[in-house]
């Protein structure tokens, strides 16, 4: 595509956007939800339906995203399921406190580094048997609802047992990514059978059951963890794996448990925003807001050269440092408090100049002494939950274990095969991970929960949405349809990395006006239009004013925030 093509292309406005609402929210796609007792907002409207329920029968907040976790396993198994890993923070009203959990799993305990370089492998494939690490969702559904529940597991569960018995009608959106994930798939034992019919994906609207999610999802809710980690399911994965050339056992379920971890928050601008520590990549997010606070935004248009080009220039600064410093605490010393130091940001940011950087080098911060789906919920007590599940690669390793309904993660992707690197495989540890639920607090009061699933594009998007809110004055629906963008290229904290040497390439959605395009070429960046890489967006706000809760659900997706 030519430059004056793409410049062409990018003047035409978003395509959902309704420029000419009489509310004057250009970028809003409809208007926010509003509620005064609950909300849940997520990429799948019938499980938006059971999470709402789930709130209306008497259960919190956790009690309705673990219901619409399980749902979404089922309607949304191209980004999730009970194969994979967990994160959350919850705001609870009782203590006035957020509490944030690691529900991510470990490399198997018989897997190592010398195998890899035994067989000449440099670079963990993407399926197959060798990414797949111990699944942490049923195991953090667990640890959060005997902290946060209300309802006894079967009932949270039994919605979805329903509809996997009796059949659902595939979204649109996610049918479309079923088959594409069907031809990459369907070679691994037990993916064709269960995922399949005959080897086709369902289609829009076609009704799909999976007898076998049930039985699992049955024995869950009478067994509690215990049945997943312990016992015939857990026997079933081992036997599985080790018949299919893979090492994750039985013992290594067994001996797997999450992490209760403390949130960590940067101020931008009298807003408290807070990530969970790595393994994830939330600090890359309040790293970037600490470098943009520097700029007065008030001054700086949304959607202008200016705007794009240092919104692009923090991400690069922020990326190099999430490349060096991200991995498990556990097996590497971490300079959190240092990467997200206001000192450390302003040392940071001198580094921005008025043309693009072509390569960023990691910098030194003091030590310390320490696909996806994205939902989020809120109940009639104030209580509120930022949750993301996912099975990483869309459909995840392909490894599907007989009888179960469910495929195991590829998480293990995203570790580097050479020593001495933060991230470095070794059997046992959890590798880097892209999935963060976000929150936002002011003066000690809940204010917003909110999540942008999407791999790398995910801290871009935090911070996109805290600046459309903070600095740009958008409401909640439009902060998440405004036309966002995506900067790709930094070097990465994975097993594929390579350094970055040519500035990378911003992605930018049909919104942006050709004199901006134009602006940032100028600057040295190299401009593209992409199709569809620009996350998911879910959000839940709460109006102190007024007492009422204000929802918000992607335009890209198939969801839907609702409230009673």
């Not at 060096?324 to 990467?339: S, T, V, Y």
């Not at 020593?419 to 929150?439: E, L, M, Q, V």
Request: aromatic share 10%.
């Amino acid at each position: 595509m030519s430059r004056l093509a793409l410049a062409l292309l990018l003047t035409l406005p978003l395509a959902a956007a309704a420029a000419d609402r009489v509310t004057g929210k250009a970028f809003a796609t409809r208007s926010e939800v509003i509620a005064p007792h609950g909300m849940v907002a997520t990429s799948q409207p019938l499980a938006t339906q059971i999470g709402l329920d789930i709130l209306k029968q008497g259960g919190s907040a956790l009690d309705a995203a673990v219901a619409a976790n399980a749902a979404l396993g089922l309607m949304e198994p191209t980004g999730n399921g009970i194969g994979g890993d967990l994160f959350a923070i919850v705001w609870d009203a009782k203590t006035r406190k957020l509490y944030g959990y690691n529900g991510s799993g470990r490399s198997p305990a018989t897997l190592t580094l010398e195998y890899f370089q035994q067989q000449g492998i440099t670079d963990i494939p993407p399926t197959g048997p060798l990414p797949v690490s111990v699944p942490g969702c049923v195991d953090a559904w667990f640890a959060l609802h005997d902290k946060f529940g209300r309802l006894p597991m079967k009932k949270l569960l039994a919605p979805t047992i329903a509809y996997a018995r009796d059949g659902f009608p595939v979204s649109e959106l996610i049918a479309w990514y079923w088959q594409r994930s069907v031809p990459r798939l369907s070679k691994y034992p037990g993916f064709k059978e269960q995922f399949t019919r005959d080897g086709v994906a369902p289609a829009k609207g076609e009704r799909w059951r999976n007898p076998y999610l049930a039985d699992t999802l049955e024995a869950i809710g009478k067994g509690g963890r215990d049945a997943f980690y312990k016992g015939r399911i857990a026997g079933t994965i081992g036997d599985y794996m080790k018949a299919n050339g893979g090492f994750l056992s039985a013992a290594d379920l067994a001996a797997h448990r999450g992490e209760w971890v403390e949130p960590l928050s940067t101020n931008y601008r009298g807003y408290d925003v807070w990530e969970l520590p790595p393994n994830g990549q939330g600090v890359a997010a309040l790293a970037m807001l600490n470098i943009l606070e520097g700029y007065d935004f008030s001054k700086i248009p949304f959607g202008s050269v200016e705007h794009v080009h240092l919104f692009a220039e923090a991400k690069k600064l922020a990326f190099a440092d999430r490349a060096q410093h991200f991995a498990d605490p556990a097996f590497a010393k971490l300079p959190l408090k240092g990467l997200i130091a206001k000192d450390y940001a302003a040392e940071r940011r001198k580094l921005i100049g008025d043309t693009a950087a072509k390569s960023v080098d990691a910098g030194h911060p003091p030590l310390d002494e320490g696909d996806t789906i994205y939902l989020t919920t809120a109940d009639k007590d104030g209580n509120m939950v930022s949750l993301i599940q996912s099975n990483y690669r869309g459909m995840g390793s392909g490894m599907t274990p007989p009888g179960l309904g469910f495929i195991l993660q590829d998480r293990g992707e995203m570790f580097v095969l050479k020593p001495g690197n933060a991230n470095s495989y070794a059997p046992g540890k959890r590798p880097f991970h892209t999935i963060i639920p976000a929150f936002v607090t002011k003066g000690g009061k809940p204010w917003l929960s909110f999540g942008v699933m999407g791999g790398a594009m995910q801290p871009q998007g935090h911070v996109q949405i805290v600046m459309n809110l903070i600095d740009f004055g958008m409401n909640l629906q439009e902060a998440g349809d405004a036309p966002r963008i995506q900067h790709d290229g930094s070097t990465e904290p994975t097993g594929q990395a390579t350094a970055m040497s040519d500035g990378g390439e911003i992605n930018l959605e049909t919104g942006y006006s050709w004199e901006t395009v134009r602006g940032l070429l100028q600057k040295g960046h190299k401009v593209t239009y992409a199709d569809g890489p620009y996350g998911g967006y879910q959000a839940i706000a709460w109006d102190e004013k007024n007492q009422v809760w204000i929802g918000a659900s992607e335009s890209r997706k198939d969801g839907q925030a609702a409230g009673y």
